[in-house]
């Protein structure tokens, strides 16, 4: 719980690759995380590196497809994220 703090506290000063850091070794401890992994692909977004933004995000909607932020990504980016299928 620390790192994922510790990265949000980053992300909020915009340092996005110190949140990187911070999300990476939440993951690393817990890899079930699941805001931890949604935060991660929102500060590589933030970063620039939208190719890997997309790549974690997909996974997290893979891993976590009820999750509010699948939905909310759903939502705001049905190009890259299609409605969920029950």
């Given at each position: 719980?620390?790192?994922?703090?510790?990265?949000?506290?980053?992300?909020?000063?915009?340092?996005?690759?110190?949140?990187?850091?911070?999300?990476?070794?939440a993951l690393a401890l817990?890899?079930?995380?699941?805001?931890?992994?949604?935060?991660?692909?929102?500060?590589?977004?933030?970063?620039?590196?939208?190719?890997?933004?997309?790549?974690?995000?997909?996974?997290?909607?893979?891993?976590?497809?009820?999750?509010?932020?699948?939905?909310?990504?759903?939502?705001?980016?049905?190009?890259?994220?299609?409605?969920?299928?029950?």
């Amino acid at each position: 719980m620390s790192w994922f703090q510790l990265g949000a506290a980053y992300g909020d000063l915009g340092q996005s690759a110190q949140a990187i850091d911070g999300y990476e070794k939440a993951l690393a401890l817990d890899p079930d995380y699941d805001l931890a992994m949604f935060n991660l692909g929102g500060a590589h977004w933030n970063s620039g590196e939208k190719i890997e933004a997309l790549a974690i995000w997909t996974t997290a909607i893979d891993r976590f497809p009820d999750h509010e932020l699948a939905a909310k990504l759903r939502r705001n980016m049905p190009a890259f994220f299609p409605p969920h299928q029950d």
